[in-house]
């Protein structure tokens, strides 16, 4: 007799044979014991997973000479006839090689004929997503109201292209991809029943590189008999694989915790005189890296033995900030390897951005007089300034991070100062951002802002020499403020205020403004500083903003932002006023007794 192989010998024959998929198990066990059957079952998954496996079984189930029951006792014929694939009316087809609608119909002329042996005639499709649409059309009235003694079984790996007609009329059963455990557990059974010598960590890898389905698993294990003459080795399975083995990961991982690049290297060299697959490699190593991050949040995570003990280790040797880096350092140079000029190099370009990327760790904190101790790194250390030799005024380095902290919280768009346009014409305004930004400020009043002494590079008297008499040349108003902040050149936040702002008055050289409360966010110091140069560049004199209290009630004009809202409604107004006093419309209306609906109205320009 020719040799079986082993998907098809230890193929299960019962519903207890099946690896995992309870969920799926369960329902049909249920419906079988009860005698509650749907006429059109949709079993979908990806390969190898039991697919057509489960519908044979229950093929077998319906059609048992015993009678109907989630245990078929497969020694009567009808058993044995669909074991061996001779059952009469059990019809398999294949849809991807009968896609064509004359073929569905000359399977369909023979439904309404009575089973020739069995209790159900059973119509089992493979890949039913490869019929055509034309094929599916004529299947769906014998699929709605099928006779009595028809059952359907469909099977698929992408039940996305079956139409909804298709799918409302099934039961459907998504199958699972089955877990590392649960094919490597099956592998060691099969093998001891073969009596065949294994070691648990080449089944595991067999499992991994099945990508969930048993089929394959099986495929790959009856490969590594043959490839190791008769018994199932690490050593083998990893050369016939091209994957690595966990000492050889250890040992990589080892090297970039000690940052030894010459060692990785000769790592990776290795890998390549032993022909490993060096996308297998990544995979491996982004597994463990996983492993490790899982580790070090779950100490208490249950790993296999040959495993726990070194990605322990691992996990006190790394930092987790470290090992998420690496991961994504990894993960990059998975997507970039078939784009390397070969996949050594792309695989040691990765190692050594691993170690180039590192980030370094401290033994004590920084104090500005020690430099910082650093593990040994190839790569060039950084440099810490102490702040005693910053030219400037004295200015204290946190003191400046506080700030750059409070300009990201308030929503600052950048940290560079706006542009002072008045730089050539008034000295005293020309630097006040760049110093305010490292001085810590307070918020600005409701009344006109002193100068910063920091700021004016001359006697406060200067730039501002008030009078009496002393008023904003150009004319400036509430009726034309929404008119000239239309013509700022501003941007972002300072955007915002600006346009939200009212002109309550203008006195002497402060422009006294209102701005809302619930907009008082808005109101920033860097904000206020380039509405403030921006007016002052467009009434071509030194102005000073000034804000009014929020919680006071007073007497301003409108805003830009209250009249383009206006300016808006009204546009939509006359837009849905147009579309109601269109005939062609109402001839629409009328005909097809439709309605507007004014929500779906856009005016245009």
């Known amino acids: 007799m020719s040799y079986l192989v082993l998907a098809r010998k230890w193929r299960p024959k019962t519903f207890a044979e099946v690896v995992g998929q309870q969920h799926v198990l369960r329902a049909l066990i249920n419906g079988l014991d009860q005698n509650r059957l749907h006429h059109a079952f949709l079993f979908s998954g990806t390969r190898g997973v039991g697919k057509t496996t489960l519908a044979r079984i229950l093929a077998k189930s319906l059609n048992c000479e015993q009678g109907i029951s989630s245990t078929p006792c497969g020694e009567c014929q009808s058993c044995t006839e669909v074991d061996n694939g001779r059952f009469v009316d059990l019809i398999e087809v294949d849809a991807a090689s009968r896609t064509k609608v004359d073929d569905t119909r000359e399977l369909l002329d023979n439904v309404q004929y009575a ?15 490869m019929l055509s649409t034309s094929s599916f059309n004529a299947l769906l009235k014998t699929l709605e109201e099928p006779p009595p003694h028809v059952k359907f079984l469909f099977a698929t790996t992408d039940p996305q292209k079956l139409p909804v007609t298709i799918l409302s009329r099934c039961l459907q059963f998504n199958l699972r991809r089955l877990d590392l455990t649960q094919i490597s557990e099956h ?7 073969e009596q065949i010598q294994f070691e648990p960590e080449a089944l595991t890898q067999l499992a991994r590189a099945a990508d969930g ?20 080795s690490s050593d083998t399975v990893f050369q016939m694989l091209g994957s690595i083995s966990q000492d050889q990961l250890s040992d990589l991982l080892q090297a970039l915790s000690q940052q030894d690049g010459k060692a990785l290297l000769a790592q990776s060299a290795e890998l390549a005189a032993l022909g490993r697959d060096f996308a297998v490699v990544m995979d491996s190593l982004l597994g463990a890296l996983q492993q490790i991050a899982t580790l070090q949040l779950v100490p208490d995570m249950d790993l296999p033995e040959s495993l726990s003990p070194r990605l322990t280790e691992l996990a006190r040797d790394f930092d987790p900030e470290t090992i998420q880096l690496l991961y994504q350092i990894a993960l990059n140079g998975k997507r970039d390897l078939s784009w390397a000029a070969d996949p050594q190099s792309g695989f040691d370009m990765t190692l050594l951005r691993m170690l180039s990327f590192q980030p370094q760790t401290t033994s004590a904190p920084d104090t500005g007089d020690q430099p910082l101790k650093k593990s040994p790194s190839p790569r060039k250390p950084a440099v810490s300034s102490p702040p005693v030799a910053t030219p ?11 700030q750059a902290l409070k300009q990201a919280l308030s929503g600052q768009d950048d940290e560079t100062p706006a542009v002072q346009p008045q730089r050539p014409q008034s000295p005293p305004q020309a630097d006040p951002a760049p110093v305010q930004e490292a001085t810590p400020r307070a918020t600005v009043s409701s009344t006109a802002p002193e100068p910063t002494p920091a700021a004016v590079k001359e006697p406060l008297s200067q730039p501002e020499p008030v009078t009496a008499d002393t008023l904003i040349s150009v004319d400036l108003s509430p009726a034309n403020w929404t008119q000239i902040i239309a013509e700022l050149k501003l941007s972002a936040l300072t955007r915002q205020l600006a346009e939200n702002s009212a002109l309550i008055r203008t006195e002497h050289q402060a422009v006294h403004l209102s701005l809302s409360s619930e907009l008082g966010h808005l109101a920033t110091d860097k904000s206020k500083q380039r509405l403030q140069a921006a007016l002052s560049k467009r009434l071509g004199q030194e102005l000073k903003v000034v ?9 301003a004009g409108p805003t830009l932002a209250v009249e383009r809202a206006e300016q808006a409604a009204e546009k939509q107004q006359r837009a849905i006023d147009a579309i109601h006093n269109d005939p062609a419309v109402e001839i629409i209306k009328n005909t097809f007794n439709a309605r507007i609906i004014e929500q779906s109205i856009k005016p245009v320009d």
């Open 187 to 193: 592998l060691a059974f099969i093998l001891q029943q």
């Open 392 to 402: 400037v005024p004295p200015e204290p380095q946190p003191t400046s991070a506080r």
């Open 213 to 232: 389905s048993m089929r394959d698993a099986l495929s790959l294990l009856d490969q590594a008999i043959a490839f190791g003459a008769g018994e199932v």
């Open 115 to 129: 089973p020739s042996r069995g209790r159900y005639k059973v119509y089992l499709i493979d890949e039913v997503h």
């Open 547 to 555: 804000f009014a209290d929020p919680t006071k009630h007073v007497e």
